[in-house]
């Protein structure tokens, strides 16, 4: 059980707008940065988001994240077929003194 | 280039031990908190320890403290993780990661892990 909650999996059409929420509490994402990480299968994470809006260096401004109370998300418009991935939430709990991390959402382009 | 190589992996009874190694290069370590993060097959990430630039701080995920130890060698840019009492759970994909953490007038601010390596397998079974 992870102590971030994100859905299993996500999906949609090119072109069309997904959302993938996070779900936390005020210890972690009440309290610090929520980043997004992005991982092909077979493959080291990538850090997508980081300070909850910040995109690295070379992601597509396609994707946007947000952050609100002890809640996040991960938007992602314009749908592409190279969009399809693994992605995960996370953020430093205080409570714990530890990084923790959502389940991972697999988004799969119909 | 940035990179991060980790090592040490392979297969180890239950109860044994194991050192994995990570050798980083292309940027000044000693200026960077590191952690280890693991993925157990088909499972999601799950962070595992990291490690502050003069080794003063360490922070571990409960189940493994006890039982894991993270080190580093700055002279010789290099990252450990010692593993004992090694469990069948503990199958997994080892990454190390640099982790950027910030100190400001007093406030941590821990904005994510930005480098990765490769991975590097652990498979504890008998």
């Known amino acids: 059980q992870s102590v971030l909650t994100q859905p299993p999996s996500a999906s949609g059409t090119p072109g069309q707008r997904v959302t993938i929420s996070c779900s936390g509490s005020r210890s972690n994402i009440g309290s610090n940065y929520v980043k997004w990480y992005h991982q092909l299968p077979g493959t080291a994470p990538k850090l997508f988001i980081y300070k909850n809006n910040q995109r690295s260096s070379g992601v597509p401004d396609r994707f946007s994240g947000s952050k609100s109370g002890t809640s996040a998300s991960l938007a992602i418009s314009g749908l592409r077929s190279e969009d399809e991935a693994d992605y995960y939430c996370a953020a430093w709990d205080d409570s714990l003194s530890g990084w923790v991390f959502g389940g991972g959402t697999k988004l799969t382009v119909l | 280039e940035v990179q991060l190589v980790e090592s040490g992996g392979g297969l180890v009874q239950p109860g044994g031990s194991l050192r994995l190694s990570c050798a980083a290069s292309g940027f000044t370590f000693s200026n960077y908190w590191m952690s280890w993060v693991r993925q157990a097959p088909g499972k999601g990430l799950e962070w595992v320890a990291n490690i502050k630039q003069d080794e003063s701080e360490k922070y571990y995920v409960d189940s493994m403290k006890g039982r894991f130890t993270i080190s580093r060698d700055n002279a010789k840019n290099s990252l450990y993780l010692q593993m004992n009492s090694l469990r069948v759970e503990d199958t997994a994909v080892y990454y190390c990661?640099?982790?950027?953490?910030?100190?400001?007038?007093?406030?941590?601010?821990?904005?994510?892990?930005?480098?990765w390596g490769q991975g590097t397998t652990v498979t504890v079974s008998s």
């Open positions: 990661a640099r982790d950027l953490v910030t100190l400001v007038r007093g406030v941590k601010n821990y904005y994510g892990m930005d480098v």
